[in-house]
């Protein structure tokens, strides 16, 4: 159980374009997914919290109108990344929350791995 | 002060031997401790999870909690070589939905 998936696991797109990731959890409802990013030997890097059906909580430092979050239905989050440059390039992970109230786990997709040219 | 403290290693350990990994967290109204374990290259995977002081014990694995000390640790017992990784420790503050996570512990098992 508390399987996550992501969509695509690895893009490459020009800079100045846009790119949308989502994120599924497929055997159970999640209320609440976040979206990391991770740059190479570094720890992951909380960008925002995606609540379904309200607006996303983003981060200190991170611009909400180019990582734009929808969070559309108990399963289904995504991240579209806008205007795409190559300091965007990165390992972008999502995870989802059990619905439980007294379980805080947070259970990973297999990230989606960003190259901007 | 960072709110979780990870010793970044590298950690090495014997295969076989028990690897102890350590975490330190600042907030003292923290509720809720994970482990995670991430490979190079993939997701993090969650290993364990502590709510209150004590060991909880899962196949090899003992997540170790003491609130008082704001600690919390990881014990492998019987390392395996496919136990190299990353370790991720992560803590949920008080009234938090988002978890803080330490820099993580490389690990490496020498055969």
């Known amino acids: 159980g508390a399987v996550v998936s992501q969509h695509p696991s690895r893009v490459i797109c020009k800079s100045g374009t846009s790119v949308k990731i989502e994120c599924r959890s497929l055997d159970f409802q999640a209320t609440t997914m976040f979206w990391y990013r991770q740059f190479p030997k570094q720890s992951l890097m909380l960008m925002a919290t995606?609540?379904?059906?309200?607006?996303?909580?983003?981060e200190q430092g991170v611009e909400k109108d180019k990582f734009l979050i929808n969070h559309a239905s108990l399963t289904l989050s995504t991240l579209t990344v806008t205007s795409a440059h190559p300091e965007d390039s990165s390992f972008y992970i999502c995870?989802?929350?059990?619905?439980?109230?007294?379980?805080?786990?947070?259970?990973f997709g297999p990230g989606t791995r960003l190259t901007v040219t | 002060q960072k709110e979780v403290e990870q010793n970044s290693g590298p950690l090495s350990v014997p295969e076989g031997a028990i690897a102890s990994l350590n975490c330190t967290y600042s907030d003292r109204g923290s509720q809720s401790f994970f482990w995670y374990r991430q490979y190079s290259g993939k997701s993090p995977e969650l290993i364990m999870s502590i709510y209150s002081n004590g060991d909880k014990e899962d196949g090899r694995f003992t997540a170790q909690l003491n609130k008082a000390s704001q600690y919390v640790s990881l014990l492998i017992r019987d390392s395996q070589p496919s136990d190299s990784a990353t370790y991720l420790c992560a803590v949920r503050i008080q009234g938090a939905q988002k978890l803080v996570f330490g820099q993580g512990t490389r690990l490496t098992i020498n055969p």
């Open positions: 995606s609540n379904e059906g309200s607006k996303a909580t983003y």
């Open positions: 995870s989802a929350r059990v619905i439980e109230a007294m379980s805080y786990e947070q259970y």
